[in-house]
């Protein structure tokens, strides 16, 4: 209650503080400490007393639709194809080592890995790993479910099969039989290709992978309709079963007034349009895999199961293998080409589907977003500054924030829980007191004395030094307090669901306005770091007034995903750009002129 109160005191007036203090006065004193008693004899009882209600809250009852608001894309290095064997050489090779690493999770021997800092070589769960292939998001009115494939009983006689996504028709391919036989990269390339070939001569597909771009109970009861034709209900078994989606693409689709990269994030995001590749997706599946024949590369992944860390991890290591293998070679004989999937629609399903189309063409015209690589400098001089790179550009983006507009907002950065069981994350919160002090000294300037030419600023750059480190100590104490356990956040959430089910209704404290300026997260951000060259991962703001900031940290440069709604008038994502240019330039130049014994 105490951090409550210290956090919240940053972003609301003080009168409104006041309120809040007395509901916080009273709680604690009064229904607090039953629902603390409640989550103790959870923790006794569960493996991880947060992890169910926090799923429930960050995504499984949200009904908003899954591209832009909730899954991320991630960009691959850019490909040159000559031709359409090469598409489908590199896509059988990332299903091979998909395959691979699928039969290693199978027999359980991922590595177990341990933590690096804080309190080194703990162990961490590995439990999201195992979360990735093979799984999918189902809608259900209210709140979804996470479909999970059952563990074999005998890895080797486990079959698998991949949904090849072309030209809006999806192809199931079997790639490991249920005797363990399992198909050469030769043969599944054999197969993608023939996918490829009966796309480009097929009929135009009923554009069905566009539900599941819907708000999510439009999409359940969509799915309803769809599920009364038993085709239908065996399709939707099979992509839902499938270890993963691997999309096909045409070239097309960037627009001329964005760059490269960040047109080949709205291709992994969202599929740049319906007009272009949107409707060759699947939206509720984990992992789906991008190929465009253009050379544009990434990846789409609904983002319940698991956190971007072991996605990355997947990405990058078949990237690896695939750049190392050789061609796939010819089967000696061709296996039999798969089958399209053919759907049976009523004309309420098929004017659903234009609905669909039209809301995501909407959303996708909404979003504002700039993959924005600053390149003054990175990680190295960061360490250079006695500063953690995370801490220093979390402190960044509150002065981004602070020059822009003045005051600071409810921010998430999101914290690994791998130290725990079953652990996600929780918030490592950068709006506090000590980052407004220091942004404060950074944008005060003096009243200009008209009988002079220059403006003084308030602070020297001692000063500024001073409060920069002091913000530096608080976000590095935030940080460690979080990936030990001891956030602020999920411990909120528990008691609040506690209260839910106990009591039947909310109290005063979580129906307080304060409470809900503290969970709108007008700045989301998170540091999603990649070792190979060209990776990066984007997703949009969470909330209409606000911006999404992902950041990957490279040796002498940043790569920043910026997002934000064209629709808001609050918000611009080139104004937010320019401002954090410019508040990691000052920052360089703060540090540049420390006095030689500091």
């Not at 609301?12 to 039953?34: C, D, H, I, N, R």
């Not at 004395?449 to 600023?457: A, G, I, M, Y």
């Not at 300026?517 to 190979?532: G, P, Y």
Request: glycine share 6%; aromatic share 8%; proline share 6%.
């Amino acid at each position: 209650m105490d951090s409550y109160i210290e956090f919240a005191s940053v972003i609301v007036s003080q009168q409104q503080m006041e309120q809040t203090k007395a509901l916080v006065k009273e709680f604690a004193a009064e229904l607090g400490p039953t629902l603390q008693a409640t989550l103790l004899n959870r923790q006794r009882e569960m493996d991880n007393w947060v992890t169910d209600w926090w799923l429930d809250d960050m995504y499984l009852k949200v009904r908003l639709p899954l591209p832009i608001n909730s899954n991320p894309g991630m960009v691959f290095p850019r490909q040159h194809f000559a031709k359409m064997e090469e598409v489908a050489d590199l896509g059988a090779l990332f299903i091979d080592d998909l395959l691979d690493y699928k039969e290693m999770l199978d027999r359980g021997e991922l590595p177990l890995e341990r933590a690096t800092s804080r309190e080194k070589g703990q162990p961490l769960c590995m439990e999201q790993f195992y979360r990735l292939l093979g799984v999918c998001r189902i809608p259900e009115v209210g709140k979804d479910r996470l479909e999970l494939p059952k563990p074999p009983q005998d890895p080797e006689e486990d079959e698998e099969l991949v949904i090849v996504a072309c030209r809006n028709h999806f192809y199931p391919i079997p790639v490991k039989t249920a005797g363990g036989k399992r198909l050469s990269p030769g043969e599944i390339q054999a197969q993608v290709l023939q996918a490829m070939v009966d796309a480009a001569g097929s009929p135009a597909a009923p554009r069905v992978g566009l539900l599941t771009s819907m708000a999510r109970d439009d999409w359940a009861r969509a799915r309803v309709q769809l599920m009364k034709e038993s085709n239908n209900r065996c399709n939707l078994e099979l992509m839902s079963r499938a270890l993963c989606v691997l999309c096909v693409d045409e070239a097309g689709g960037d627009r001329l007034d964005l760059d490269e990269d960040s047109n080949a994030m709205m291709r992994a995001m969202h599929g740049a349009g319906t007009a272009h590749h949107s409707a060759n997706r699947w939206f509720d599946k984990t992992v789906q895999l991008i190929m465009s024949s253009d050379g544009s590369v990434g990846m789409c992944y609904e983002h319940s199961a698991a956190e971007g860390v072991a996605v990355v991890r997947l990405a990058e290591r078949a990237l690896a293998r695939a750049a190392v293998a050789p061609r796939p070679s010819p089967p000696a004989t061709l296996p039999p080409a798969p089958t399209r999937l053919r759907w049976t629609l009523s004309p309420d399903l098929e004017q659903t589907i234009e609905q669909a189309a039209k809301q995501l063409d909407r959303q996708i015209a909404d979003l504002d977003f700039k993959v924005y690589t600053y390149k003054g400098y990175g990680r190295e001089f960061m360490k250079s500054c006695r500063t953690s790179p995370d801490v220093y550009i979390q402190l960044a983006l509150q002065y981004t924030y602070f020059k822009m507009y003045g005051y600071l907002v409810s921010t998430y950065e999101s914290a690994s829980l791998r130290r725990f069981r079953c652990g996600r994350v929780d918030n490592i919160r950068a709006a506090h007191g000590a980052a407004r002090a220091w942004a404060q000294a950074m944008c005060a300037h003096q009243p200009q004395d008209p009988n002079k030419k220059v403006s003084f600023n308030l602070y020297g750059d001692q000063k500024k030094l001073e409060l920069f480190e002091e913000a530096a100590r608080k976000q590095t104490a935030v940080m460690e307090a979080n990936i030990l356990g001891r956030g602020m956040d999920n411990h909120l959430l528990g008691l609040r669901e506690a209260a839910r089910e106990s009591l039947g209704h909310l109290p005063p404290l979580f129906t307080d306005p304060t409470y809900k300026q503290m969970i709108e997260f007008k700045l989301s951000t998170s540091q999603v770091a990649t070792t190979t060259d060209g990776t990066f991962m984007g997703y949009g703001a969470v909330v209409p007034d606000g911006y999404g900031c992902s950041y990957n940290p490279k040796k002498d440069c940043v790569i920043f995903c910026i997002a934000s709604f064209h629709s808001s008038s609050v918000t611009s994502t080139e104004a937010f750009r320019q401002s954090l240019e410019e508040a990691l330039d000052t920052m360089k130049l703060m540090f540049q002129n420390r006095q030689p014994n500091n």
